[in-house]
Every structure is written in structure tokens, then in C-alpha cells.
């Protein structure tokens, strides 16, 4: 494998892609679509001197948003595109080999991706001078938005190649990325709806006050119902893409033990789903302490376990999986190839 093939296949690939006027409008609207969510974060949090951290995972996850619902478009007819416009064929009779193309078309894909990125560093750097950013948190955030880009790139160029239709295989890689991002909360909400269990609930009230101040308490009240059982599919979230980025990145808290930002809020409500119902609830309104002690979002995210690492996995399995079966597809001389396709 040559590096410096591997280099002019991704400037070629680049070219190619970046070369039309309609590439730098979208990047002009998205550069003011995230100047208006910046300042709107900047708003909901009161424009706090510790603000910063707030608006800063705002804008990360807008980026990400962006990407899911662009890079399917740029990736997922990286291969199968050129070999309907008789490029692919030419590059493969060259020294370069199949791995080589493949790998260049993914970078290629990366890069374009992570243009949005570069595009969102002055929001970001804005965000980052205003304080309450820990550089943990946004070293890590990063880190993972990058890496989440690269998934979607490899799964839309991996698509391309086992697809031999450009269209199909840009439908093809919106839908697996939608089951990523919506379709695991959906399973999540409907399968966890599905696994109930039975929970009890006692009550005593209060049905009289004496005059000396002495309280009537009247009979306990029993009642059962079914609460679903979440924290047994909580696991269903893991491959989520903005769970991800939340549930890895380093929570800051306030003085109550309350995220500071999105990325805390994201990965409280995960963790919170390992929490199964009690079974027993007991309301006593004559007892002397009524009160019951709950645990602070800093307690249940310190009492739960992590999953990113997990779901982080699993993209990188499907998508080095898919880049596989595009190389196999791909690779010369082809043995079969679906009827109709174009091979010069």
C-alpha cells in the first residue's frame, strides 16, 4: 500500500467534490444557521460567565447533527458514482489497488466531513473563552464528534461499494444511519414498554387533626399496578451516536450535583435507565420524617455504568464490516458482478 497513491486519489476525490459553487453555499448556510444557534445557546443560558460549557455542546451536537443528515449524501455514492460516470474503471487499471481506492474514498469522505467542524471552530473557540469549559470535556468531545463523523463516511462509502445503484445506496446509508440515531431510542421505547413488572404501592393518609394537635391516620390503602422495565434495554441506546459523544464526555456539575450542560443532560437520562422501579412504594403522610432522599444526577451517573466505549464498538465493527464488502465487491478482476452494472 503506497502512501503517496493513497494521497493523489484523496486530492483527486477532493477535487472532485469540492470544486462547485454549491459545495461553499452550503457551508455559508451552515455557517449561519450556527450563528443563530449559538446565539440563541448564548440566550438560554443567561449568558452567564460560566456559560460557555453550555453553548459549547450545543454546537457540538448541532455539528454532529448536521453531519448525520449530510455525510450520507456525500459518502453513500463515493464508488458506485464513479462507475456510473466510467471514472472508477480508468483508476482501477492504474498501479493503485482496490484497498487504495477504497481507503482514499474514505478519507476523501472524512475530510469532507470534517469541513463542517472547521466551520464551527470560531462558535466554538467563542464558546470555549466564555468559561465553564473544562478542557477535559472538550478534548474528549472532539474527539468523539471526529470519530463519529469517520463512522458515517465509512458506512455510506461501504454502501456505495456493495450497492451497485448510487440512489440505492444513499437511501441505503440514511436508513442504517436513522437506526442508529432514532431508531434505537424507538426499540428502546417500545421494547422496554413490553417488559413490565408489578409494583406496590402503600398509602396512609391523614384524615383528622385533634385539637391538641394529635393526628387522626387513617387505614393503609394498597394498590398494584405495572411500571415498564427500562434499565433491562437500556443497552439498546449504546450505539447512538449523540449518546456516544454524551455518555464519554466528562460531566461538569454545579454546587446541587446538576449537569451544567447537554452533554451531563444526554448522559443522565442513559444512565437513569439502568435504574430499575422499586418494587414496594410506601406513602406515609403520619409518619415523623415524610421526606424520602432521592440521589442527585452526580450520584446516579457515579452509581451507573458507562457505555459508549460499548456502542463505539459496534459502529466501528459495522462499519469496518461494510468497508470489507465494498472491497470485495470492488476489487479485480470481479468474478460476478450484479446485471447491468457499468465496468467502463
Do not use: H
Not at 486519489?9 to 467534490?17: D, M, V
Not at 461499494?161 to 442508529?180: D, E, H, K, M, W
Not at 450505539?239 to 446538576?258: E, K, M, R, W
Not at 403522610?285 to 432522599?293: F, L, V
Amino acid at each position: 500500500m503506497s502512501a503517496q497513491r493513497i494521497g493523489t486519489l484523496i486530492r483527486l476525490e477532493l477535487t472532485q467534490r469540492v470544486r462547485s459553487v454549491a459545495w461553499y453555499v452550503l457551508l455559508g448556510i451552515f455557517f449561519t444557521v450556527l450563528l443563530a444557534v449559538t446565539l440563541l445557546a448564548f440566550a438560554s443560558f443567561g449568558f452567564r460567565p460560566d456559560s460557555g460549557g453550555g453553548v459549547f455542546s450545543v454546537v457540538v451536537f448541532f455539528v454532529l447533527l448536521l453531519a448525520v443528515l449530510v455525510s450520507p449524501t456525500l459518502s453513500g455514492n463515493a464508488i458506485n458514482g464513479d462507475r456510473d460516470a466510467a471514472t472508477l474503471a480508468p483508476v482501477q487499471v492504474t498501479l493503485a489497488t482496490t484497498a487504495e481506492i477504497l481507503l482514499a474514498k474514505f478519507l476523501a469522505a472524512w475530510i469532507t466531513g470534517l469541513a463542517f467542524v472547521a466551520v464551527s471552530v470560531p462558535f466554538l473557540l467563542w464558546a470555549t473563552l466564555a468559561g465553564g469549559l473544562t478542557p477535559a470535556a472538550m478534548a474528549v468531545s472532539l474527539i468523539i464528534l471526529i470519530v463519529e463523523i469517520g463512522v458515517i463516511a465509512a458506512i455510506g462509502v461501504g454502501l456505495s461499494g456493495i450497492i451497485g445503484r448510487p440512489l440505492f445506496s444513499v437511501a441505503a446509508t440514511y436508513l442504517v444511519v436513522a437506526a442508529l440515531v432514532v431508531g434505537t431510542p424507538i426499540a428502546f421505547g417500545l421494547v422496554g414498554a413490553t417488559i413490565r413488572t408489578e409494583v406496590t404501592n402503600s398509602y396512609r393518609p391523614i384524615v383528622d387533626v385533634e385539637g391538641d394537635g394529635t393526628t387522626v391516620c387513617g387505614e393503609w390503602q394498597t394498590t398494584t399496578y405495572e411500571t415498564p422495565r427500562f434499565d433491562t434495554v437500556w443497552w439498546v441506546l449504546a450505539a447512538n451516536p449523540f449518546l456516544i459523544l454524551a455518555d464519554a464526555t466528562p460531566t461538569a456539575f454545579d454546587q446541587n450535583g446538576y449537569p451544567k450542560d447537554l452533554f451531563g443532560q444526554f448522559k443522565l437520562g442513559i444512565r437513569s435507565a439502568q435504574i430499575p422501579p422499586d418494587g414496594d412504594q410506601i406513602s406515609d403522610e403520619c409518619a415523623t420524617n415524610q421526606g424520602r432522599t432521592y440521589p442527585t444526577p452526580r450520584e446516579t451517573i457515579a452509581s451507573t455504568t458507562p457505555s459508549w466505549f460499548v456502542g463505539l464498538a459496534l459502529q466501528l465493527v459495522l462499519s469496518a464490516g461494510l468497508l470489507w464488502w465494498a472491497w470485495a465487491r470492488t476489487r479485480t478482476p470481479a468474478r460476478r458482478l450484479p446485471p447491468g452494472t457499468r465496468i467502463a
